[in-house]
Each structure stands twice: as C-alpha cells, then as structure tokens.
C-alpha cells in the first residue's frame, strides 16, 4: 500500500499561480518506486473526476487539453509529485488529488483515466476566484 498526501492548495485569483505536492510512502513504494507512475487529478463539486496531467514510471508525461502550457507535472525527488499551476481560471477551482500506481501502462493516454489508480491522496482545495 502506497500513502499519499498532498498539500499546497488555497484560494488564488484568476491568472494567479499554486504549486501542488504529493508525498508518497509506504514500504511497497519505497522498495519499488521506480515502477510507480502518479497523475493528478481534480473533481469539482457535481463534476466528473478529471484527469489533469500523469507521469509514466518511464519518465514520459502527459496532460488534460485544458491544462497544456500552463501545468507541469514533475518530480522533485523520490518522494514528492509536484504539479505547478499558472495561469488559473476560476472553473478550475475543485479538490485536487493525487494518485498512484505500480505499472506504466500500455498507453500514456490511460494515465489521466483514475481506474488505472489504486492508491489515492485525501486531496488538496484549490479555489480560484475571479
């Protein structure tokens, strides 16, 4: 089992930046975390879970339409997710949570699908006003 936890969400104004982390651990991760990709995703309330952007546990990386340009996905180190946010808009306020998984899939594009996804953070609030 693989903990995360994020942090880093608060209230910003449209055009405004926040940077998202998200600390994994666990046994299971530590011993094998090179096989784990990880992806961020949000939900607003009365929305649909969205896919935002994923990184593979081969290092390739991939992003919702919406958010290409002006979010990137990395990894600080070993441990941490991070998920730089620029250029906000204010229908992008929803809790964001950050997910993982011990395989890269067949295709990059499954990443932002949170099926592929067994272990999930408690989310972190972002709100962005106008």
């Known amino acids: 089992q693989v903990q995360l936890v994020e942090s880093g969400g608060g209230s910003v104004q449209a055009g405004g930046s926040l940077r998202l982390s998200c600390v994994a651990s666990?046994?299971?991760?530590?011993?094998?975390?090179?096989?784990?990709?990880m992806g961020w995703f949000r939900q607003a309330p009365g929305k649909e879970r969205e896919g935002v952007a994923a990184?593979?546990?081969?290092?390739?990386t991939i992003y919702a339409d919406s958010v290409l340009g002006r979010f990137t996905i990395s990894k600080d180190n070993v441990n941490t997710l991070s998920l730089q946010m620029n250029s906000l808009k204010p229908e992008e306020t929803a809790m964001y949570y950050c997910?993982?998984?011990?395989?890269?899939?067949?295709?990059?594009?499954?990443?932002?699908?949170?099926?592929?996804?067994?272990?999930w953070g408690q989310g972190t609030q972002v709100t962005v006003s106008s």
């Open positions: 990184l593979g546990s081969d290092g390739r």
């Open positions: 997910a993982a998984v011990s395989r890269t899939p067949t295709t990059l594009e499954r990443l932002l699908n949170g099926d592929e996804y067994n272990s």
């Open positions: 666990g046994y299971a991760y530590s011993v094998n975390y090179r096989r784990y990709s």
